[in-house]
């Protein structure tokens, strides 16, 4: 890095003068633009766990029973959240007690946290007309799926302050990844 | 096969003479009758041509007779496209491939839900790094080419890629890693010019199809060797593979190359997007075995479905790789795992690279298992499928073992006594 930087910089013998530190802090190319505020807010749509990104907007599973029909959910996902060429959209009904990985792939129920279920009705719902729903409508999707998945009560509002808080089944489920480092093994311990 | 390779090997020399045989070393033997050719030693033209119309002076295409092709992976499973579209899993016809690169019409294709392939104008196309950055910046196409490039050889492999009984074929076993040259801007450069918060320790990648997939992806690996392709093979990245633009993320599972790579944001804490809630995990053991791929390889030749012509000599050919950096050796055995000899490593091994290897065989004609295992450069070994159930105390039953993570356990092929190849995973 610092010999291309110097090389980068021959020609520009003046910039040298501000030295290295100012070099790192500050742009080395100058090439693309700066966004608007308002471009940036379009585009922000990944929900992290703290739902920081989360619109206004709010809905209840009665809503999202109505939003499901009204969307045509049921034609791909079936009316019961179940039987569908799509994913399956409620948890297998198994004995109480079942180990709940058990339970199947089932996105309202496995996901951590609830804003990954309101993230993903939002990016990729319904297909081929995503990015058509209403932030009331995804929040009244979102309460809809997790109350067929026992995680909230029917009448419970969902907005950016309480999705997030929602205590999901799975929250403490996964195991954590790995901190990642170069040349480090896949697994400490494990010689494949 | 044999007749095939005949009539490959007459065309060859009607059409190229010595210099086609030449590089063709199994021919020797045959080459008897052409080098009595009468008169000069000119041999007679080609019967028949391909005629050179607009379209093929424009781009080229391979011969006729030649039909590799990819298909849905794996057979008799979800289909691509599927009922909606969309395509899911199609794997790459690795027992065909000569060399270390995948031909860009052969690489493979995984998407997570199933997508549709987006038809994207790269002059519309932007990329838009925010968060926490001291700069929010966004890219044109035009603006990322003016930066300084680099252009690297890399495997790209889905989590899918594990082999099973069912599987016949390398393509079957082992098509959803397939490898290309890479070319574009290193992600440090794009992240220094945005200028990164101190301790962020993750960053969100974000494509642009119709599910705006998105994956998480350490600091540390950001900076170390990402970058942001435009070009695969020596011509744009092909829409299948995410045109106009792919995150790489070297060596990680294929999820993390995100295609059509529209957002990179720079975040505080690690956000679970739709992509790793697919691959969330139990146990921390596996969860650590399904992030970078381990130490890898296959005998692509012989391989399962293939046939071999008799007893005698044959060149076993084969990939190896690792997400854990170089290959440093790979060894087969040519007798089910009792011995094993290092093989000769063809051209150079690098870095999170398909590697190829050959070694030297003289087949008997009685039964046996072909395999091949590898070492990476961190000294990670390729383990057999008993060696893994042992680590995780499953049962001495291995076969019906999962192996947890990335399926990297050593490839078994037999050769039955008429010469037809096996896949030995019962």
């Known amino acids: 890095m610092g010999a291309f930087t110097m090389r980068l910089l021959r020609p520009l013998p003046l910039v040298l003068l501000l030295g290295s530190v100012a070099l790192a802090q500050s742009p080395q190319y100058g090439v693309g633009r700066t966004p608007s505020p308002e471009e940036i807010r379009a585009w922000d749509i990944s929900i992290s766990p703290t739902g920081t990104e989360l619109p206004q907007g709010h809905g209840s599973a009665k809503e999202g029973a109505q939003v499901y029909r009204a969307k045509g959910c049921a034609a791909c996902h079936g009316a019961n959240l179940t039987g569908g060429r799509a994913p399956v959209l409620v948890k297998a009904d198994k004995e109480p007690g079942v180990d709940p990985w058990e339970l199947g792939r089932v996105l309202p129920f496995r996901a951590p946290q609830a804003t990954i279920v309101w993230d993903y009705i939002n990016r990729g719902m319904p297909l081929n007309r995503e990015g058509t729903l209403t932030a009331d409508e995804v929040y009244a999707l979102t309460a809809f799926l997790l109350f067929k998945n026992g995680v909230i009560a029917e009448d419970q509002m969902l907005d950016a302050q309480s999705l997030p808080k929602v205590k999901m089944p799975m929250r403490d489920a996964p195991a954590p990844l790995p901190d990642w480092k170069h040349g480090a093994p896949r697994l400490k311990g494990y010689p494949y | ?426």
């Not at chain 2, 390779?5 to 020797?28: C, D, E, N, Q, Y």
């Open chain 2, 1 to 426: 096969m044999k007749s095939g390779r005949r009539r490959f090997l007459k065309s060859g020399a009607t059409l190229a003479g010595g210099l086609t045989l030449g590089s063709v070393a199994p021919a020797i033997g045959q080459t008897q009758g052409i080098g009595q050719t009468p008169g000069t030693g000119q041999t007679p033209g080609p019967e028949k041509f391909i005629k050179a119309g607009k379209e093929l002076v424009a781009y080229g295409e391979r011969s006729r007779f030649v039909t590799s092709v990819r298909m849905g992976h794996p057979p008799g499973g979800r289909p691509s496209p599927d009922e909606f579209g969309l395509s899911f899993h199609i794997s790459t016809p690795l027992q065909e491939q000569m060399g270390v690169i995948t031909p860009s019409s052969l690489h493979h294709v995984a998407t997570t839900r199933g997508s549709f392939i987006p038809d994207i104008d790269p002059r519309e196309h932007r990329l838009m790094i925010h968060g926490m950055v001291d700069r929010p910046l966004v890219f044109t196409m035009e603006d990322l080419m003016r930066l300084p490039s680099v252009t690297r050889i890399h495997f790209i492999e889905c989590a899918g890629n594990r082999s099973t009984a069912a599987a016949k074929t390398v393509q079957e076993t082992h098509g959803l890693s397939s490898c290309a040259e890479w070319t574009g801007v290193l992600l440090s450069v794009l992240l220094k010019e945005a200028g990164v918060k101190g301790g962020a320790p993750w960053i969100l990648a974000e494509g642009n199809e119709e599910v705006k997939g998105t994956s998480s992806i350490p600091m540390a690996k950001a900076m170390d060797d990402c970058f942001v392709a435009y070009g695969m093979n020596g011509e744009p990245v092909r829409p299948q593979q995410g045109f106009p633009l792919r995150l790489m993320v070297p060596g990680f599972e294929g999820i993390f190359h995100t295609k059509y790579l529209r957002r990179i944001k720079v975040v505080d804490q690690y956000y679970t997007n739709y992509n790793e809630y697919g691959h969330l995990r139990k146990d921390p053991k596996d969860a650590a075995l399904g992030y970078q791929i381990g130490p890898k390889s296959v005998i692509t030749y012989p391989s399962g479905g293939q046939q071999l012509a008799g007893r005698g000599y044959y060149e076993i050919r084969g990939l190896a790789w690792s997400g854990g950096g170089a290959i440093r050796k790979v060894e087969v055995s040519t007798d089910g795992g009792r011995n094993w000899k290092t093989a000769e490593i063809r051209g150079t091994a690098n870095r999170m690279a398909h590697t190829k290897f050959t070694y030297n065989w003289n087949w008997d004609g009685a039964e046996t298992e072909l395999l091949s295992r590898c070492t990476d450069e961190i000294g990670q070994v390729q383990p057999t499928r008993a060696q893994i159930a042992k680590f995780f105390n499953a049962p001495a039953d291995h076969h019906s073992f999962n192996v947890p993570g990335n399926d990297n356990s050593i490839q078994p092929w037999r050769v039955a006594r008429d010469g037809s190849v096996h896949n030995a995973i019962a």
